[in-house]
C-alpha cells in the first residue's frame, strides 16, 4: 500500500458519502409526508419530525466522518488539503447562518444575505467534492492507473457543471421575499427541488468513484 494514509481517508469519505445519501432521502421522504399527508394526520407531522432530527443527527456524523477522512488524506495528497480547508469555510458559513437565524433581531435581515451564507456553504462543498476527486485522480496517475486518473478529471468536469445549476437553482429562491406573484414563487421553488435530485445525483455519482478508490488505494 503506497498511500496508506489517503486509503484510509478515502475509505472514511465513502463511509460519510453513503451516509449523506441516506440522510437525503430520509429528508425527502419525511417532506413528501408532510407535504401530501400533513393536515390529515399529527402522527405523520410527529413522525416527519422525528426523522427530520435523525437527519441532522446524520448530517453531523457525515461532517465530523469527512473532516477525519480529509485530515487523513491530506498527509498523501495537497488536494485533499485544500478540501480541508474548504470543509472548514464551509461549516463557519453554515454556523453563521444559524447563529442569525436564531438570533430575534437579525431575523428581518435582508433575505440576500442568508442566500449569500447559503452559496458559501453549497460553494464548500463543491470545493471538498471537486478536492477530493482531484486528488484521487492525482493519486491514481502516481499509482499509474489511467483508467481512474481519467474518470476522476471527468466527473470532476461534470460535478462542475452540475454545481453550478445547483448554485443558481438554490440562489434564487433566496430572491422569494421580493417576489409578490404567486406563479413565480412556486417556480423558485420547483428549482429548489431540482436542486435536490441534481445533488443526490452526484452524490452517487461521487459514491461509486469513491468505492472504485478505495479498492485501486488498498492494493
Known amino acids: ?103 430575534e433581531s437579525t431575523r428581518t435581515l435582508s433575505p440576500i444575505l442568508f442566500a449569500v451564507l447559503g452559496t458559501v456553504g453549497t460553494v464548500a462543498d463543491f470545493v471538498v467534492v471537486l478536492c477530493v476527486l482531484l486528488g484521487i485522480s492525482a493519486l491514481a496517475d502516481r499509482l499509474g492507473d489511467g483508467e481512474m486518473e481519467e474518470r476522476g478529471r471527468k466527473l470532476a468536469f461534470y460535478i462542475i457543471i452540475f454545481y453550478i445549476v445547483v448554485l443558481v437553482f438554490g440562489l434564487l429562491p433566496g430572491f422569494n421575499g421580493y417576489i409578490v406573484n404567486p406563479g413565480i414563487r412556486l417556480f423558485f421553488s420547483i428549482l429548489s427541488v431540482a436542486a435536490f435530485v441534481i445533488e443526490i445525483f452526484i452524490y452517487v455519482s461521487t459514491l461509486i468513484y469513491l468505492h472504485n478508490a478505495t479498492t485501486m488505494l488498498e492494493e
Open 1 to 103: 500500500m503506497k498511500f496508506p494514509h489517503a486509503y484510509h481517508g478515502v475509505k472514511k469519505i465513502f463511509y460519510a458519502e453513503f451516509v449523506a445519501i441516506v440522510a437525503a432521502i430520509v429528508a425527502l421522504i419525511a417532506t413528501i409526508f408532510v407535504s401530501f399527508f400533513g393536515s390529515r394526520s399529527q402522527g405523520i407531522i410527529n413522525a416527519a419530525y422525528t426523522l427530520n432530527i435523525i437527519t441532522l443527527a446524520a448530517s453531523i456524523v457525515v461532517f465530523v466522518i469527512e473532516l477525519i477522512g480529509l485530515i487523513q488524506g491530506s498527509k498523501d495528497s495537497r488536494e485533499f488539503r485544500i478540501g480541508l480547508w474548504a470543509i472548514l469555510v464551509g461549516i463557519a458559513a453554515s454556523a453563521t447562518y444559524l447563529i442569525l437565524l436564531s438570533i
